[in-house]
């Protein structure tokens, strides 16, 4: 069965600066995998999604992810952080058979100004 | 509809009550979620509606909870017996069935508090 882990409970950053939250995946076969965001007392946004083609995909809000089929990474990154992304982010997958979407347990991030 | 409604937004129960949460997904979406998301944790699979094919139950927690979707359309949760350990927010989500459009559309959720 497919599984994802997001290693970190939190990320805290400074604003203006890059961050990065981490995902590991496990599946059958090729993935496809998303990232979602989820700002307080709102429900859940989708921000990107890796389906085929190149390893760099970029998404909403100036947020983009790279694949990495050797480390079965999918990385979330931001060049340079706001205040607004403070938010809790999830990463999630499933196998190209059509199986379940499963989500990590979230990470939280908080950007401070 | 224009997104993935849910109702209610707000249930609150006596423990050992029964209660049903109600999906109604994007329309022509044949890809049907639930997940459960208690305070502060992550999101929990419970059970996947694909077309016609037989639903994925391996995420239900216990033989109280069960789900039906009618006409390939709504789908309904049901938790029987509710216990306080089900109070959370309960979210559906649906999704297309084209490789380049297959990312999950989430409703606002039923926050369910059993008391």
């Known amino acids: 069965a497919q599984s994802v882990a997001q290693p970190e409970d939190q990320v805290n950053v400074a604003e203006g600066n890059p961050l990065t939250v981490k995902c590991t995946y496990s599946?059958?076969?090729?993935?496809?995998l998303f990232w979602y965001v989820q700002y307080p007392n709102r429900g859940l946004q989708f921000l990107l999604k890796?389906?085929?083609?190149?390893?760099l995909v970029k998404g909403s809000y100036g947020f983009e992810a790279e694949f990495n089929k050797s480390q079965t990474s999918f990385h979330l990154k931001k060049p340079s952080a706001l205040v607004s992304d403070s938010a809790l982010y999830f990463c999630?997958?499933?196998?190209?058979?059509?199986?379940?979407?499963?989500f990590g347990k979230g990470t939280t991030l908080s950007v401070s100004s | 509809g224009a997104g993935v409604s849910q109702s209610p937004s707000n249930k609150v129960t006596e423990k050992g009550k029964d209660v049903e949460l109600r999906c109604d997904p994007i329309?022509?979406?044949?890809?049907l979620y639930w997940y459960r998301q208690s305070l502060g944790q992550g999101l929990e699979f419970l059970i996947y509606?694909?077309?016609?094919?037989?639903?994925?139950k391996s995420g239900l927690p216990s033989d109280r909870f069960s789900a039906e979707r009618t006409g390939g359309s709504v789908s309904t949760l049901t938790i029987q017996r509710t216990q306080q350990e089900d109070s959370a927010v309960y979210l559906c989500?649906?999704?297309?069935?084209?490789?380049?459009?297959?990312?999950?559309?989430f409703g606002q959720g039923t926050r369910l508090t059993v008391v």
């Open positions: 989500a649906s999704s297309s069935v084209g490789v380049m459009n297959t990312e999950a559309f």
């Open positions: 599946v059958s076969g090729n993935p496809y």
């Open positions: 890796y389906i085929t083609g190149d390893n």
């Open positions: 999630a997958v499933r196998d190209q058979a059509g199986t379940a979407l499963i």
């Open positions: 329309s022509g979406h044949t890809a």
């Open positions: 509606f694909q077309g016609n094919s037989a639903p994925d």
